[in-house]
């Protein structure tokens, strides 16, 4: 939890804003000026100007009881109708009235939600495993570091001016959904309580993966490495050119090795400082697990007779009433939370077997394959940045494939963004489609281009290979198609694609 002085502060910059967005929803400040303030507090306006977005910020995707009747107040006494889960773990707040932001931005301090620096040239929300402290198969919990990180970030946001955003993540070592191989800083939790530290990568527009520069970071040190790489970025950033003002793009400046030599030689310095020695303890599980309980949206925790279950609702897009839902359950459960995955899913843990099946009760309204299970950012409808309606595409192609009975399995969970930053993570999914345009009869049509091949697996992260370009109203018949061939041979995804790349390179074509 922020400081009193830093909350005040910030409750001072949103009475400011008030008059800002005041002005542009008058028209006296232009989208670009206005974007470029606005930003700083987490909220754009939509395609349509008299709408607006609020990004919450909530760290590691931890929402709380606090902030889950946040959420529900929101829908109760403003009228919030969309919400939206992020692949950054957060939520979106959509279609806002411009009176009503900054009153939604100051009524989330009390909730421990902040959006400062939701959005423009800030640090992000910080990301770490979802199921991190509960996981099967962990190095160690992330959790109290991950806020730690997220703490000093905020505490420091007014005071540096990088060229563009800087995301970090924190892995527990057991996935890598949060895709630490390649962010902007990605800590992986080794077994001996030390990080393996990754920098420099990111998705969108010169993707790259990131740099390997220390395979032994001392838990107590993560706030070093983190200044120097905001240190590292703000001398060797492009401050010029927005396209390529992301960290990634100073491996094509520094070189590999220049970058992590100067990133290292920052770390030195800033140790020399010192003051950002971190001490934190994990909070153990201590609720007794019972009873027995397996299924599609069931994961055994590593406490014995503890569940957690998995809540997709379909697109990311957060039903309104589903807060409010969740709250109840959370408040009838003992020790039960709920978190946000970076595949706008939410985890419900510290269940047991009896508390589980009411949690998959209470949530059968979301998705009930792999497929649908699918990541698509808000689409062009109503991001003004966006190309393609990713949503639309998305609804489109999971009722085909229901209408069309294709077993579970038979297709991956694909990411489809409607513009190239890859808000979906499309360039890592096996699967994925970025907006885009096609010419038909010489005029263009809405269309999306396929990657294939991604993968975020721990220890095998890999991007996929940019390939055809397929009409958006062909999307639906291309995935029952696909579906259906790998049904007919009693198989999964997984395995069919390994052996049979010329049949689904004949499907895609068809499609081409």
């Given at each position: ?17 008030v008059?800002?967005i ?21 909220s ?94 962990e ?120 970058l ?43 406490q ?6 998995a ?11 589903k ?8 408040r009838?459960i ?26 998959l ?68 999914a ?10 038909v ?24 290979e ?17 579906g ?14 390994v052996?049979?790349e ?11």
């Amino acid at each position: 939890m922020m400081n009193e002085k830093w909350e005040e502060q910030f409750r001072e910059q949103i009475h400011e804003f008030v008059g800002t967005i005041e002005k542009f929803d008058k028209g006296e400040i232009d989208r670009k000026a206005y974007k470029g303030i606005s930003g700083g507090f987490g909220s754009y306006a939509q395609h349509d100007p008299s709408k607006h977005m609020l990004r919450l910020r909530m760290a590691g995707g931890n929402l709380t009881e606090k902030r889950l009747e946040f959420l529900a107040e929101a829908v109760r006494d403003y009228g919030v109708e969309l919400m939206k889960l992020t692949t950054c773990e957060t939520v979106q707040l959509h279609n806002l009235k411009a009176e009503q932001v900054p009153v939604l931005m100051e009524k989330a301090i009390a909730s421990e939600i902040y959006s400062r620096g939701g959005g423009g040239d800030n640090p992000r929300n910080i990301m770490m495993s979802p199921l991190s402290g509960v996981q099967k198969g962990e190095a160690f919990d992330v959790k109290p570091y991950a806020e730690a990180a997220a703490e000093y970030l905020l505490s420091i946001a007014g005071e540096i001016h990088m060229p563009r955003k800087l995301k970090v993540a924190f892995s527990n070592g057991a996935d890598d959904s949060v895709h630490s191989a390649f962010r902007d800083m990605g800590f992986m939790a080794n077994p001996d309580g030390t990080f393996t530290l990754r920098i420099a990568g990111g998705l969108g527009g010169g993707y790259k993966m990131g740099i390997l520069v220390d395979e032994h970071v001392a838990a107590t040190e993560i706030l070093y490495y983190i200044r120097a790489m905001i240190e590292t970025f703000c001398q060797h950033g492009n401050y010029e050119n927005r396209a390529k003002a992301r960290t990634r793009f100073m491996q094509e400046t520094l070189g590999t090795d220049g970058l992590k030599e100067a990133f290292l030689e920052n770390v030195a310095k800033v140790k020399e400082k010192g003051g950002l020695d971190l001490h934190v303890e994990a909070k153990p599980v201590t609720k007794k697990g019972s009873g027995e309980i397996s299924g599609k949206r069931v994961v055994a925790q590593k406490q014995p007779g503890l569940y957690a279950v998995a809540y997709h609702p379909i697109g990311g897009c957060l039903p309104a009433g589903k807060p409010a839902e969740l709250l109840t359950l959370v408040r009838e459960i003992p020790d039960a939370e709920c978190r946000i995955a970076p595949y706008e899913t939410i985890y419900i843990i510290n269940l047991t077997a009896d508390e589980a099946k009411k949690v998959l009760e209470a949530t059968n309204d979301g998705a009930q394959s792999t497929f649908e299970n699918s990541v698509a950012c808000i689409g062009a409808a109503i991001c003004q940045q966006g190309v393609r309606d990713s949503q639309a595409a998305l609804r489109a192609a999971v009722e085909a494939v229901r209408e069309a009975g294709i077993p579970d399995g038979a297709l991956p969970r694909i990411c489809i963004s409607g513009c190239p930053s890859s808000c979906s993570g499309h360039q890592a999914a096996a699967i994925g489609f970025q907006g885009a345009a096609k010419s038909v009869d010489g005029k263009p049509e809405s269309a999306f281009k396929m990657f294939v091949g991604g993968s975020d697996k721990l220890g095998a992260a890999k991007f996929g290979e940019a390939g055809a370009v397929i009409l958006e109203r062909d999307l639906p018949k291309f995935f029952v198609d696909l579906g259906k061939a790998v049904a007919s041979r009693n198989m999964n995804w997984e395995t069919w694609i390994v052996g049979h790349e010329d049949e689904f390179k004949a499907i895609v074509e068809k499609y081409a």
